[in-house]
């Protein structure tokens, strides 16, 4: 159970409504027309579309959570040459260490859809195992995002390079965020 469940979209503040549309025109760039298909609303009318995951401790602080979500899609505008499948790699590390299950099953979503990562590869990489069968820029995203959340501090200088070869140093900092 949700500590702050979710509303529907007239259920929130004026500043909470400009959030929550925000949102969803954020999720639309960032994954196509439909946020429904990564389960972001509950079906297509904003009035009655009640948004979990991250929604709901965003619009507590609707000006804080605007910078949040505009730095999280930032990176995407800012790094649009950067590997999708290497991008959902990282996440879906990130999101399974944090146990959170919705931005997982969103990522899970993603990558599927798109058919950047297999089943197999993204149940592996859910259970904190590196697939053998990665390409090399999901496996050096792999690497990257698993040190920095289970080893901790600054990437060893292998690593480093071997992200600045995959990525260009824009890409290895966006990763690195």
């Not at 590997?83 to 919705?102: F, G, I, N, Q, W």
């Amino acid at each position: 159970m949700s500590r702050l469940p979710p509303q529907t979209r007239d259920q929130l503040q004026p500043a909470q409504q400009d959030l929550h549309d925000h949102f969803n025109d954020a999720v639309r760039r960032a994954v196509g027309k439909d946020p429904g298909n990564v389960d972001t609303a509950s079906h297509q009318d904003s009035s009655q579309a009640a948004i979990g995951g991250p929604f709901p401790f965003l619009s507590v602080l609707p000006s804080i959570g605007r910078l949040s979500l505009d730095m999280i899609a930032g990176l995407g505008q800012v790094l649009p040459d950067f590997p999708a499948d290497a991008r959902e790699t990282a996440s879906l590390v990130c999101t399974s260490y944090y146990k959170s299950d919705y931005a997982t099953s969103a990522h899970t979503k993603i990558a599927r859809s798109a058919a950047m990562l297999t089943d197999a590869q993204i149940e592996a990489i859910t259970s904190a195992t590196r697939p053998s069968d990665l390409n090399h820029r999901c496996i050096v995203a792999y690497d990257a995002a698993f040190h920095l959340l289970h080893v901790r501090g600054a990437l060893p200088q292998d690593l480093w390079d071997r992200c600045l070869l995959a990525f260009g140093k824009e890409g290895t900092v966006g990763l690195v965020h």
